[in-house]
C-alpha cells in the first residue's frame, strides 16, 4: 500500500522574516509527495521555490500578497489516502486562534483540521478531530524552535503526525 508523505508548513513570512528556506525543512521537501502551505507565505517567490518540490496546495493568510488572494481560498477541504482534512489560516477576530480554525469546520466531517496564524506548534484531539498547526520554519516568535510538520498516510490507517522541529532556520 503506497503512502502519501505530506510536508505541511505555515507562517513563513518570507522575504522578511528568511531570504530562503531552511535546509532542514528543504531535507524533508525532496521526499514530499504533496506540501501544504497554512497560509501567510508573504510573497509568491514561497509557493514558486516550494512547488519545485512536489505538487502545492495551501489557503491564503493575513498578510498575503494578491496573487495568494486570486489563487488560493480561505478554507480547503482535502481527501489525502481517504483522509478528508481541513485547512485554514486561522485568523480573525474574537476567540483564540485555535477555536476560529475549529469553528471553519464546524458542519464538516473532517479527521484532521491544519491551521496556522499563531506560530505556536500544536498538535491535540478536540472532540474526535486532530488539530494541528505547524508552528513556522522561519519565526518562532517567543517558541524555542522553528518548526514544520509531517503527515504520512496510508488508506485505511490513522494519519502518522509529527513536528520537525530544528535551532537554526539557516541550517
Not at 6 to 14: A, E, R
Not at 75 to 83: Q, V, Y
Not at 105 to 112: A, G, T, W
Amino acid at each position: 500500500m503506497k503512502e502519501v508523505n505530506v510536508i505541511v508548513l505555515g507562517d513563513t513570512h518570507m522575504p522578511r522574516m528568511a531570504k530562503q528556506l531552511p535546509k532542514r525543512l528543504i531535507c524533508e521537501l525532496k521526499t514530499a509527495n504533496l506540501i501544504i502551505h497554512v497560509g501567510d507565505w508573504q510573497t509568491r517567490e514561497v509557493y514558486e521555490q516550494l512547488k519545485e518540490f512536489a505538487p502545492v496546495k495551501g489557503v491564503y493568510g493575513n498578510v498575503d500578497e494578491p496573487f495568494f488572494h486570486d489563487h488560493f481560498q480561505a478554507t480547503l477541504m482535502l481527501n489525502l489516502a481517504g483522509h478528508r482534512i481541513g485547512v485554514t489560516h486561522g485568523h480573525g477576530k474574537g476567540k483564540t486562534t485555535e477555536k476560529r480554525a475549529l469553528e471553519k469546520f464546524s458542519d464538516q466531517d473532517v479527521e484532521l483540521i491544519l491551521f496556522g496564524h499563531s506560530h505556536i506548534p500544536l498538535h491535540k484531539e478536540y472532540e474526535g478531530r486532530v488539530i494541528f498547526n505547524p508552528g513556522s520554519p522561519t519565526d518562532k516568535r517567543r517558541q524555542s524552535h522553528y518548526s514544520f510538520g509531517k503527515l504520512t498516510l496510508f488508506r485505511n490507517e490513522p494519519i502518522q503526525i509529527e513536528h520537525i522541529f530544528f535551532v537554526d532556520k539557516k541550517h
